[in-house]
Protein backbone atom coordinates (compact mmCIF):
# COMPACT_ATOMS: atom_id res chain seq x y z
CA UNK A 1 0.00 0.00 0.00
CA UNK A 2 1.29 3.53 -0.61
CA UNK A 3 1.94 5.92 1.90
CA UNK A 4 3.66 8.15 3.90
CA UNK A 5 6.56 6.57 6.25
CA UNK A 6 8.04 8.40 9.21
CA UNK A 7 11.06 7.51 11.26
CA UNK A 8 11.93 6.77 14.13
CA UNK A 9 8.58 7.25 16.06
CA UNK A 10 10.62 8.42 18.87
CA UNK A 11 13.58 10.15 19.07
CA UNK A 12 15.59 11.32 22.00
CA UNK A 13 17.98 13.82 21.90
CA UNK A 14 20.24 15.36 23.61
CA UNK A 15 21.11 19.06 24.56
CA UNK A 16 23.24 20.33 21.76
CA UNK A 17 22.71 17.75 19.63
CA UNK A 18 21.67 17.80 15.66
CA UNK A 19 18.93 15.33 15.14
CA UNK A 20 17.03 14.09 12.13
CA UNK A 21 13.99 12.69 10.91
CA UNK A 22 13.14 10.43 8.35
CA UNK A 23 9.75 11.11 6.24
CA UNK A 24 9.74 8.97 3.07
CA UNK A 25 6.22 8.86 0.49
CA UNK A 26 5.56 6.33 -1.94
CA UNK A 27 2.46 8.31 -3.39
CA UNK A 28 4.51 9.81 -6.34
CA UNK A 29 3.24 13.03 -4.51
CA UNK A 30 4.96 15.81 -5.57
CA UNK A 31 4.75 18.58 -2.50
CA UNK A 32 5.66 17.78 0.88
CA UNK A 33 5.48 19.57 4.15
CA UNK A 34 6.47 19.45 7.33
CA UNK A 35 4.69 20.29 10.33
CA UNK A 36 5.12 20.89 14.15
CA UNK A 37 2.33 19.70 16.42
CA UNK A 38 2.69 21.06 20.52
CA UNK A 39 -0.80 20.60 23.14
CA UNK A 40 -3.18 23.46 22.31
CA UNK A 41 -0.89 24.64 19.60
CA UNK A 42 -2.75 22.70 16.74
CA UNK A 43 -0.38 22.16 13.78
CA UNK A 44 2.33 24.77 12.89
CA UNK A 45 3.99 24.37 9.42
CA UNK A 46 7.97 24.88 9.72
CA UNK A 47 9.09 23.74 5.76
CA UNK A 48 7.51 22.52 2.50
CA UNK A 49 8.87 21.80 -0.52
CA UNK A 50 6.89 21.47 -3.79
CA UNK A 51 9.27 20.13 -6.54
CA UNK A 52 13.02 18.33 -5.76
CA UNK A 53 15.65 20.89 -4.91
CA UNK A 54 13.50 23.62 -3.47
CA UNK A 55 11.75 24.38 -0.42
CA UNK A 56 10.61 27.52 1.46
CA UNK A 57 10.27 28.61 4.85
CA UNK A 58 7.02 27.92 7.19
CA UNK A 59 6.41 29.60 10.23
CA UNK A 60 8.54 28.09 12.43
CA UNK A 61 11.60 27.43 10.39
CA UNK A 62 13.81 28.71 12.82
CA UNK A 63 16.58 26.15 14.23
CA UNK A 64 15.33 23.48 11.76
CA UNK A 65 16.52 22.73 8.25
CA UNK A 66 15.58 20.66 5.02
CA UNK A 67 16.44 18.84 1.95
CA UNK A 68 14.64 17.40 -1.08
CA UNK A 69 16.97 15.65 -3.43
CA UNK A 70 14.71 12.71 -3.97
CA UNK A 71 11.00 13.25 -4.51
CA UNK A 72 10.63 10.35 -2.51
CA UNK A 73 12.40 11.79 0.78
CA UNK A 74 11.95 15.22 2.61
CA UNK A 75 14.31 14.85 5.92
CA UNK A 76 14.03 16.89 8.55
CA UNK A 77 17.13 18.52 10.55
CA UNK A 78 16.67 19.65 14.20
CA UNK A 79 19.92 21.58 14.72
CA UNK A 80 21.20 23.03 18.27
CA UNK A 81 20.12 25.96 17.59
CA UNK A 82 16.16 25.26 18.38
CA UNK A 83 16.15 26.14 21.60
CA UNK A 84 12.63 24.15 22.35
CA UNK A 85 12.43 20.94 19.76
CA UNK A 86 10.06 18.79 22.29
CA UNK A 87 7.18 17.96 19.96
CA UNK A 88 5.20 15.92 17.59
CA UNK A 89 6.69 16.51 14.31
CA UNK A 90 4.25 15.50 11.30
CA UNK A 91 4.97 15.02 7.98
CA UNK A 92 2.66 15.52 5.42
CA UNK A 93 2.15 15.10 0.99
CA UNK A 94 -0.09 16.18 -1.72
CA UNK A 95 -0.27 15.40 -5.85
CA UNK A 96 0.97 18.60 -7.80
CA UNK A 97 -1.95 17.19 -10.45
CA UNK A 98 -5.05 17.48 -7.94
CA UNK A 99 -3.53 19.76 -4.83
CA UNK A 100 -6.63 22.32 -4.44
CA UNK A 101 -9.24 19.67 -4.07
CA UNK A 102 -6.99 16.84 -2.27
CA UNK A 103 -5.89 17.90 1.09
CA UNK A 104 -2.18 16.54 3.02
CA UNK A 105 -1.71 13.13 3.11
CA UNK A 106 0.17 12.50 6.78
CA UNK A 107 2.60 10.10 8.21
CA UNK A 108 2.21 9.05 11.55
CA UNK A 109 4.70 10.81 13.42
CA UNK A 110 7.69 11.00 14.97
CA UNK A 111 7.72 11.85 19.04
CA UNK A 112 10.64 14.31 19.73
CA UNK A 113 12.13 14.44 23.32
CA UNK A 114 14.88 16.28 24.88
CA UNK A 115 16.66 14.66 27.69
CA UNK B 1 -4.04 35.71 5.04
CA UNK B 2 -5.89 33.01 5.48
CA UNK B 3 -6.70 31.42 9.08
CA UNK B 4 -8.84 29.03 11.16
CA UNK B 5 -10.36 29.47 14.37
CA UNK B 6 -12.11 26.39 16.47
CA UNK B 7 -13.40 28.29 19.31
CA UNK B 8 -13.94 24.96 21.35
CA UNK B 9 -10.93 23.25 22.78
CA UNK B 10 -12.96 20.43 24.25
CA UNK B 11 -16.38 19.14 23.81
CA UNK B 12 -17.94 16.27 25.45
CA UNK B 13 -21.00 14.28 24.49
CA UNK B 14 -23.07 10.87 25.45
CA UNK B 15 -22.85 8.41 23.32
CA UNK B 16 -25.67 8.18 20.98
CA UNK B 17 -26.54 12.27 21.08
CA UNK B 18 -25.86 14.58 18.02
CA UNK B 19 -22.28 16.31 17.96
CA UNK B 20 -21.27 19.36 17.20
CA UNK B 21 -17.42 20.57 16.32
CA UNK B 22 -17.09 24.05 15.31
CA UNK B 23 -15.07 25.74 12.96
CA UNK B 24 -14.95 29.31 11.00
CA UNK B 25 -12.64 30.14 8.56
CA UNK B 26 -10.90 33.30 6.81
CA UNK B 27 -9.54 33.56 3.41
CA UNK B 28 -9.56 35.43 0.31
CA UNK B 29 -11.65 34.64 -2.16
CA UNK B 30 -13.27 30.82 -2.37
CA UNK B 31 -11.88 28.62 0.24
CA UNK B 32 -11.02 24.46 0.70
CA UNK B 33 -11.79 23.31 3.33
CA UNK B 34 -11.07 20.09 5.05
CA UNK B 35 -11.74 17.69 8.50
CA UNK B 36 -9.10 15.81 9.85
CA UNK B 37 -9.33 13.20 12.90
CA UNK B 38 -6.06 12.13 15.20
CA UNK B 39 -5.70 9.38 17.55
CA UNK B 40 -2.91 9.37 20.28
CA UNK B 41 0.61 9.43 18.84
CA UNK B 42 -1.31 9.04 15.32
CA UNK B 43 -0.66 11.11 12.38
CA UNK B 44 -4.07 13.23 11.16
CA UNK B 45 -6.27 11.06 8.83
CA UNK B 46 -8.60 12.71 6.41
CA UNK B 47 -12.68 12.74 7.07
CA UNK B 48 -14.34 14.83 4.42
CA UNK B 49 -14.08 18.34 2.53
CA UNK B 50 -15.73 21.20 0.91
CA UNK B 51 -14.57 21.96 -2.70
CA UNK B 52 -17.74 23.28 -4.65
CA UNK B 53 -21.76 22.07 -4.74
CA UNK B 54 -23.91 20.79 -1.89
CA UNK B 55 -23.20 22.86 1.36
CA UNK B 56 -23.45 19.58 2.82
CA UNK B 57 -20.65 17.08 2.66
CA UNK B 58 -20.78 13.55 4.02
CA UNK B 59 -17.97 12.13 5.21
CA UNK B 60 -15.81 9.06 7.11
CA UNK B 61 -17.42 7.24 10.04
CA UNK B 62 -20.58 8.78 9.38
CA UNK B 63 -19.64 12.46 10.16
CA UNK B 64 -20.87 15.23 7.86
CA UNK B 65 -19.93 19.32 7.78
CA UNK B 66 -22.42 22.01 6.81
CA UNK B 67 -20.68 25.20 4.63
CA UNK B 68 -21.97 28.60 5.34
CA UNK B 69 -20.77 30.98 2.95
CA UNK B 70 -22.36 33.84 4.98
CA UNK B 71 -21.22 32.71 8.03
CA UNK B 72 -17.80 31.77 7.03
CA UNK B 73 -18.31 28.04 8.81
CA UNK B 74 -18.17 24.48 8.11
CA UNK B 75 -18.79 22.79 11.14
CA UNK B 76 -18.86 19.21 11.56
CA UNK B 77 -21.53 16.95 12.47
CA UNK B 78 -22.52 13.32 13.60
CA UNK B 79 -26.25 12.18 14.42
CA UNK B 80 -24.87 9.72 16.91
CA UNK B 81 -22.18 10.04 18.74
CA UNK B 82 -20.11 7.00 19.40
CA UNK B 83 -17.20 6.21 22.04
CA UNK B 84 -14.90 5.54 19.17
CA UNK B 85 -15.88 8.85 17.95
CA UNK B 86 -13.60 10.45 20.80
CA UNK B 87 -10.27 11.77 19.35
CA UNK B 88 -8.60 15.34 18.60
CA UNK B 89 -10.12 16.67 15.20
CA UNK B 90 -8.34 19.30 13.24
CA UNK B 91 -10.42 21.91 10.31
CA UNK B 92 -7.93 23.40 7.22
CA UNK B 93 -8.57 25.45 5.09
CA UNK B 94 -6.97 26.33 1.43
CA UNK B 95 -7.80 29.70 -0.81
CA UNK B 96 -8.75 28.80 -4.12
CA UNK B 97 -5.99 29.06 -6.62
CA UNK B 98 -3.29 28.89 -4.22
CA UNK B 99 -2.03 25.39 -5.99
CA UNK B 100 -0.41 23.27 -3.72
CA UNK B 101 0.50 25.66 -0.92
CA UNK B 102 -0.17 24.41 2.85
CA UNK B 103 -3.17 23.77 4.37
CA UNK B 104 -3.66 26.21 7.51
CA UNK B 105 -5.51 24.36 10.58
CA UNK B 106 -7.35 25.35 12.97
CA UNK B 107 -5.91 24.37 16.97
CA UNK B 108 -7.64 21.29 17.13
CA UNK B 109 -11.31 20.68 19.53
CA UNK B 110 -10.68 17.88 21.63
CA UNK B 111 -13.71 15.26 21.46
CA UNK B 112 -14.77 13.26 24.61
CA UNK B 113 -18.05 10.88 23.65
CA UNK B 114 -19.13 9.21 27.06
CA UNK B 115 -20.99 6.22 27.51
Known amino acids: DGGITQSPKYLFRKEGQNVTLSCEQN?????MYWYRQDPGQGLRLIYY???????QKGDIAEGYSVSREKKESFPLTVTSAQKNPTAFYLC??????????????FGSGTRLTVV | AQSVAQPEDQVNVAEGNPLTVKCTYS??????LFWYVQYPNRGLQFLLK??????LVKGSYGFEAEFNKSQTSFHLKKPSALVSDSALYFCAVRALNSGNTPLVFGKGTRLSVIA
Open chain 2, 27 to 32: VSGNPY
Open chain 1, 49 to 55: SQIVNDF
Open chain 2, 50 to 55: YITGDN
Open chain 1, 92 to 105: ASTPLTRPVDYGHT
Open chain 1, 27 to 31: LNHDA
